[in-house]
């Protein structure tokens, strides 16, 4: 998919998102989760797929096997910020989000 198939929307200020910490916003009636790690931006489904809750904006960031992930708050499986996919089930996978800064707003992708 190139680039001009892309929908960007802006979900957020860059400000509203901390160095290290994720922020959930709303993309077309969707939860995503929008991570800041040092200042590349990062978006995967809010929802933990083991629980069905939106809680993996708050979730603890860092890395893991060289990998940059979230750990779901709940029962702390590791989701690749990058691909989406679970470390410790690589059946289980979030949706990723192409994401970029632009004049200071966080945009988020959709096929157009």
Known sequence: MSSSD????SVCDADDVP???GV????DG??????NVKE???A???VDPFTETAVLSRGIVGDLSNQIVV??????QHFNLTTGVCLEDDKVCVK?????????????AVAG
């Open 6 to 9: 892309l929908k960007w929307t």
């Open 19 to 21: 160095p290290m910490l």
């Open 24 to 27: 959930r916003a709303l993309l």
């Open 30 to 35: 969707n939860q995503v989760a929008i991570f």
């Open 40 to 42: 590349t931006y990062y």
């Open 44 to 46: 995967i489904d809010a």
């Open 71 to 76: 750990a779901s708050p709940l029962y702390k």
């Open 96 to 108: 990723t989000y192409p994401v970029r800064k632009l004049k200071g707003k966080i945009q988020l």
